[in-house]
């Protein structure tokens, strides 16, 4: 999978009672954004399944990234729908957790996610991209896959790739500027 997009966020919190609703946010999400849930790393339950895919696919979700478990995947890969998870299990949320709020900051694998941040994902997994640091991530960016260019091309014409590395100051464009 691979996704691109502005993330919709939603926290989920312990279930009350009565439970509250697991996914009836997935109308107001738009075509291009990306479903980011804060279940706050639960193993023990799921809060995306079968319909929550199927709607998001239908409606031009770019894709789900979530902080627990997911269920029914069978059904995201038949679609080709983007969905990331730490893990997946047949254990329904329903009736255990609730959403509690949409479109606030939230916390995924230990990452500030807010409405709004790039999301982009990829077969090694997802990153975030801060609306407010975007055009200088994206410059580096170029710097960095230009720099990797020239190394390759280096090492075609015999270069040592600790040469090539020093020469296209490859290890500070990778490292955090004070």
């Known amino acids: 999978f691979r996704l691109c997009g502005r993330a919709f966020t939603m926290h989920m919190t312990p279930a009350e009672i009565p439970a509250g609703s697991v996914g009836d946010y997935i109308d ?3 075509p291009g954004e990306v479903v980011v849930i804060d279940n706050h790393g639960r193993e023990d339950m799921t809060v995306w399944g079968d319909i929550l ?3 998001a696919k239908k409606m031009g979700v770019e894709g789900t990234v979530i902080d627990g478990h997911c269920r029914d995947v069978h059904l995201a890969l038949e679609r080709e729908y983007p969905l990331y998870s730490r893990g997946w299990s047949m254990r329904t949320g ?3 957790v609730q959403l509690d709020q ?3 900051p ?3 694998g230990g990452a500030r996610v807010e409405p709004g941040d790039i999301l982009l994902g990829d077969a ?3 990153v ?3 609306q407010a640091k975007v055009d200088d991530i994206l410059k580096i960016c170029v710097q960095i896959e230009e720099a990797e260019e020239h190394i390759r091309a280096a090492i075609d014409g015999g270069m040592r ?3 090539a590395r020093k020469e296209f100051r490859y290890h500070q464009l990778q490292s955090r500027e004070e």
Do not use: H, M, Q, W
Request: hydrophobic fraction near 40%; include cysteine.
């Open 124 to 126: 090694d997994g997802v």
């Open 53 to 55: 895919t199927f709607v």
């Open 28 to 30: 107001d999400v738009k």
């Open 94 to 96: 329903k009736d255990r």
């Open 102 to 104: 949409v479109n606030v």
């Open 161 to 163: 790739l600790d040469e």
């Open 128 to 130: 975030c991209l801060p």
């Open 106 to 108: 939230v916390s995924i």
